[in-house]
């Protein structure tokens, strides 16, 4: 299991991705300030690091300076409220391998992390999902049911792709939301049971079990 650092000094934010890269079966740690990033970077005990740029003691660009001037090699993607073209081209000559801007949906996070990642892997990234005889595709986005093959849209593959990353564990509707919707999405919205529905209607009403009170399970 991949473990990713997640510096960032909004509570909310780091709240938003640790829940996410949960359910997408990564280990996390939080820190709220860039001096601690910088010990635990240091480490060498983390995979992957989300390192914001407004961060109280050591700016993300200060860290993330003294981290490649030390060799660390650890793959870093920053986050920063700033659309500024030139911070983008500051921080990507700073050494960082990524850069997103606020706000953002975690499911383009996610394939971000998963891309740099498999940058350094040894093995060959995984390209299906499959539970029973439900198969899905990473790449194109579709999914084979008992010989069928039906498209998802983007929501559709980002749910199903938890379920099945995660067969037999009921899900809350809060950990589905924080997986495929943005972090300013309400959560009062029932949009979630309207997508299971959605998913029902493509691989079988079956195929998605609702637990009353908790959430939606991949039986």
């Known amino acids: 299991m991949s473990r990713i650092l997640i510096a960032e000094d909004d509570r909310r934010i780091a709240d938003f991705i640790e829940k996410g890269l949960r359910a997408a079966a990564y280990s996390c740690l939080v820190v709220d300030d860039g ?11 983390f995979d992957m690091i989300i390192l914001d740029i407004g961060l109280p003691m050591l700016n993300g660009f200060e860290v993330l300076e003294r981290l490649r001037s030390e060799g660390c090699r650890t793959p870093v993607i920053v986050l920063t409220a700033s659309d500024s073209v030139a911070d983008t081209v500051y921080g990507l000559e700073s050494g960082a391998n990524d850069y997103m801007t606020k706000p953002f949906q975690f499911a383009e996070l996610l394939a971000r992390i998963r891309l740099r990642l498999n940058d ?92 009353r009170g908790a959430g939606y399970r991949l039986p």
């Open 35 to 45: 001096a601690s990033a910088l010990v635990l970077a240091r480490s060498g005990e």
């Open 120 to 211: 350094d892997a040894d093995s060959a990234p995984v390209l299906n999902l499959s539970h029973g005889d439900m198969v899905l595709d990473l790449r194109s986005r579709r999914v084979s049911c008992g010989g069928t093959t039906t498209d998802l849209t983007a929501r559709e593959f980002s749910l199903l792709e938890v379920f099945l990353r995660h067969p037999g564990q009921v899900l809350t509707r809060e950990q589905l939301l924080s997986h495929a919707w943005n972090m300013d999405f309400d959560p009062a919205s029932n949009v979630v049971d309207v997508y299971v529905r959605a998913l029902r209607a493509k691989i079988g009403a079956d195929r998605l079990e609702t637990v």
